[in-house]
């Protein structure tokens, strides 16, 4: 049976740069879902230079969960949703609160819904290192995706009992435009980079993966050290 590609947060470098990792060779029908912006029209416009039947869906922070339901349903009426990447997030919210909701509390809803409507798919959660070991620098973006992560990572049982398998990546600096401009942190990657480790972890059974791979042990070791010895931008 064929089956919908869905990319929340379309347009994501890292998640445009799975997606197409994952897609399989067209014809193929891609949604892309988003907030309006030239960015998420072009990237539909690539995709459908290399043959695939693309459309758009708005998406923000603000749906609630039967919204969220609704435009999952919508979106699954003709073919099967049968991968998801979830790509969402920010850095430059407007306050400590919006970053939470951004990050962290409308991801949750997401993927919660995304758990209860998918069976035989693949659920991509684009997390971050710092849901690991959340940053005071960047307090609410860590905070949320730590909501974020833990939630994908509770649901994953529940949702492989439905055929559906959750893979929770964990980039740490990548560079994007969101990180443009930012001081360049140890172990930088790219959205390439970062694509071709969740095809790598796909290809076995891991719920968790880290980009680049040695991000793992690093986080490990600075959550073993006291903040205040840290430089700044990593406490």
């Known amino acids: 049976m064929t089956s919908t590609a869905l990319l929340v947060g379309g347009s994501s470098e890292i998640g445009m740069a799975v997606l ?7 014809p193929r029908d891609v949604v892309l879902a988003g907030r309006p912006s ?3 029209w072009q990237n539909a416009e690539k995709l459908r230079d290399l043959g695939y039947h693309v459309t758009t869906a708005q998406y923000d922070a603000t749906l609630q969960a ?6 999952l349903a919508h979106l699954s009426a003709h073919h099967p949703v049968g991968l998801a990447v979830v790509a969402v997030g920010s850095m430059a919210t407007a306050s400590f609160e919006d970053g939470l909701v951004v990050n962290g509390v409308a991801v949750a809803l997401l993927v919660h819904a995304l758990v209860q409507r998918l069976s035989d798919a693949q659920l991509v959660l684009l997390s971050s290192a710092a849901a690991a070991r959340p940053r005071r620098s960047i307090m609410a973006y ?12 509770m649901l994953a049982p529940q949702a ?3 055929g559906v398998r959750v893979l929770v990546v964990r980039p740490g600096f990548v560079t994007t435009r969101m990180t443009d401009g930012l001081k360049r942190a140890p ?14 972890a796909l290809q076995g059974r891991r719920v968790v993966v880290w980009a680049p791979a040695p991000m793992g042990l690093m986080v490990w070791l600075l959550g073993r050290l006291p903040r205040r010895m840290l430089p700044a931008e990593l406490r």
Do not use: F, M, N, Y
Not at 20 to 26: D, H, R
Not at 66 to 71: F, K, N, Q, S
Not at 187 to 200: K, W
């Open 142 to 153: 860590s905070l949320g995706k730590q909501l974020a992560d833990s939630t994908a990572l």
């Open 187 to 200: 172990l930088a990657t790219t959205a390439e980079r970062v694509a071709q480790r969740v095809v790598r």
């Open 66 to 71: 039967g919204e969220i339901d609704g435009l």
């Open 38 to 40: 030239g960015q998420l």
């Open 160 to 162: 492989a009992e439905r």
């Open 20 to 26: 197409k990792e994952l897609l399989g060779p067209p």
